[in-house]
């Protein structure tokens, strides 16, 4: 049975055109403070109808919810993109159109055109649009969430710029910053160019059952080829997960992203773990032992079992994959970082020799999403 809650809930959302629509307008003189925490408010209030993880026993309801949360997240960052800009009510109506969600950004060097919301996490908000200028080009704005993680997106901001300093084939795998804000109420944000490609979990939402061996191949030796430049340079990553490693299929480019978390030659500096993925992250992490090379690579040996459609618990990989392969793998996900791989190039030529012996010679084939 579907409760009558949720169905009229999911009714009102999907006929909504504009986040007012779902979040109502704002009381007279409201400031930006007021208005942040009243569509926080509706927000958190709502999604306890919408919540699929509410309904367990009621695949129907699920269904429902799954779509209505879905709309209901995205009416959410679109107005807290409308209350950044200073927009939200101003344009509120039954025929207000999208198009005026978006706000401009100027600053010393560039001016950005914000078009909408990109993606919603605990530490930052990330907005797409444009650069206008001779470098003009798709970028992302990632902006604090909270005063408080202004720290944390300095660490990331610092760490890019610190792994651009060196001119090679690296930067490539790697966020390019274009500079750094700071909003009206004092939070960080980083514009960087816009990476097109897909996440390591938009990959096997398509490919439900793991992708073929064959493109895991290309897939871990670059993930290996950034993640040797970093160590080389002193850096940890610290939070390798699924939705860290984008993918560019037309040209198998791979990146890293997400540095927030990162830590700085943790052995002189003393620097900590930041994050801990209760999936990904290396038992080191939990235990809160010092940062090591070796649990960046046991985590993304978690992210290619994962992709290849493993079990990521108990580390088995579909038997249809080479015993080769999923040998390979596993020597990254040992328990102890003493039995682990603790040099990514060195993996990275390894894998390049077991590609041969596997498929011989390279050819590219082409990886289809």
Not at 81 to 93: Q, S
Not at 156 to 181: M, S
Not at 297 to 317: F, H, Q
Request: charged share 25%; proline share 6%; hydrophobic share 40%.
């Amino acid at each position: 049975m579907i409760p009558e809650e949720l169905i009229c809930l999911a009714a009102q959302i999907a006929g909504a055109s504009q986040p007012e629509d779902v979040f109502e307008l704002p009381k007279a003189n409201a400031v930006k403070k007021q208005l942040i925490t009243s569509i926080k408010h509706v927000f958190l209030r709502l999604s306890q109808i919408v919540d699929p993880d509410f309904y367990p026993s009621s695949p129907e309801a699920r269904v429902i919810a799954s779509a209505a949360f879905a709309r209901l997240k995205m009416f959410y960052e679109e107005a807290m993109l409308k209350v950044e800009a200073g927009t939200y009510g101003a344009a509120a109506g039954p025929n207000a159109e999208r198009a005026n969600n978006g706000a401009v950004i100027t600053t010393s060097s560039h001016t950005y055109h914000v078009e909408r919301a990109l993606a919603q996490g605990d530490l930052s908000s990330v907005y797409i649009g444009t650069m206008e200028g001779a470098d003009q080009g798709k970028i992302v704005i990632k902006v604090a969430e909270d005063p408080a993680d202004n720290d944390l997106m300095m660490n990331e901001l610092k760490t890019l710029r610190y792994l651009a300093t060196d001119p090679g084939p690296y930067g490539k795998h790697l966020p390019q910053v274009i500079e750094d804000i700071r909003t009206q109420d004092q939070r960080t944000g980083i514009i960087m160019r816009f990476i097109e490609g897909v996440d390591l979990n938009q990959i096997r939402a398509k490919y439900t059952g793991g992708i073929p061996a064959r493109h895991i191949i290309w897939i871990f030796r670059r993930t290996l080829s950034v993640l040797g430049y970093a160590h080389s340079k002193g850096v940890v990553h610290g939070n390798i997960e699924p939705t860290h490693i984008v993918v560019s299929p037309p040209d198998h480019n791979v990146f890293l992203i997400d540095w927030a978390y990162s830590v700085y030659k943790p052995a002189a500096t003393g620097q900590k773990f930041r994050a801990l993925n209760e999936k990904y992250s290396a038992p080191e992490v939990k235990e809160q032992k010092p940062p090591l090379p070796q649990s960046d690579l046991y985590s993304a040996g978690k992210c290619m079992i994962y992709l290849l459609g493993g079990n990521i618990d108990t580390n088995e990989m579909p038997a249809e994959v080479d015993e080769r392969i999923r040998r390979f793998i596993q020597f990254f996900v040992r328990e102890s970082p003493q039995q682990r791989p603790s040099d990514a190039w060195a993996m990275y030529h390894e894998l390049d020799d077991l590609r041969e012996k596997v498929f011989g010679a390279h050819q590219f084939i082409e990886f289809k999403m």
